[in-house]
């Protein structure tokens, strides 16, 4: 079975990755220089354009669905290693992220051989199957945590300034992880409905919404006590 990468989509994922990559070297520009951070931030660009030129120029398309997930790992590096401990960042969600999603993409890779050539893609929300596919399609499915990395970054930017950052960046990441989780989820449920006698995509389906549920109420409970105490902007 074949894997399907057209040029739009080796242009729209070179894109989002390099964003989060500039994103990330941007942020690490702003702290307080040291060797490990300079080292960080001249891996993480290095990194990131090895990524974006893979993704854009490989022939095998393994080989660029390979490329966008390491663009996801440079910037979790590049935090663990260099990130500002002021800057409210959490490396160890985007690594999670990052290690959960590159998982995900391992099984699926091991799973795909034994699928068929053409099973359901889109489902009701009782999980009624009314669109079909090749199951490489299912590869998309790394482009929503890439934009989870993206998003992270870019709200450690929107809330620069804000007296309760902290507690919004942790609740922020909490969201954002179990967005990714349920991305996994639903992505190897999908294969696995796929295969001859596999499970029910409704088990998938309840799984990635009472995985992201949870995300969310940790989230809260562990937060919303800190941003109902705080205003949300002032000076640090």
């Known amino acids: 079975m074949a894997l399907e990468m057209g040029g739009t989509t080796r242009a729209w994922l070179g894109l989002i990755v390099g964003a989060v990559v ?20 001249w891996f993480c660009g290095g990194a990131g354009v090895l990524m974006v030129t893979t993704i854009v120029a490989a022939e095998a398309p393994v080989q660029v669905v390979a490329a966008a997930g390491l663009g996801i790992a440079a910037p979790s590096v590049a935090w663990g290693l260099g990130g500002p401990k002021h800057d409210g960042v959490s490396w160890p969600h985007l690594a ?16 795909l051989p034994l699928l068929p050539s053409i099973g359901p893609l889109h ?3 009782l999980g009624d199957a009314h669109g079909y596919g090749s199951p490489t399609k299912l590869w998309w499915s790394l482009v929503p945590p ?18 309760n950052r ?21 992505w190897i449920g999908a294969a696995l409905a796929m295969a001859p006698g596999g499970p029910s995509i409704r088990w998938a389906l309840l799984g990635a919404s009472a995985t992201l549920a949870a995300a969310l109420l940790a989230g809260l409970a562990l937060h919303a006590p800190t941003l109902l105490r705080a205003p949300t902007s002032g000076p640090n």
């Open 146 to 163: 890439i934009v989870d990395v993206a998003l992270v970054v870019w709200a450690a930017h929107v809330l620069e300034g804000a007296r």
């Open 123 to 125: 489902w009701s929300g």
């Open 96 to 111: 999670f992220a990052t290690g959960l999603t590159l998982a995900g993409a391992v099984l699926f890779g091991a799973l």
């Open 22 to 41: 500039v994103a990330a070297v941007l942020r690490l520009g702003r702290a307080e220089r040291s060797v490990w951070r300079t080292a960080a931030r």
């Open 166 to 186: 902290r507690a919004l960046l942790r609740l922020a990441e909490w969201i954002l992880t179990g967005c990714t989780a349920a991305v996994v989820v639903l």
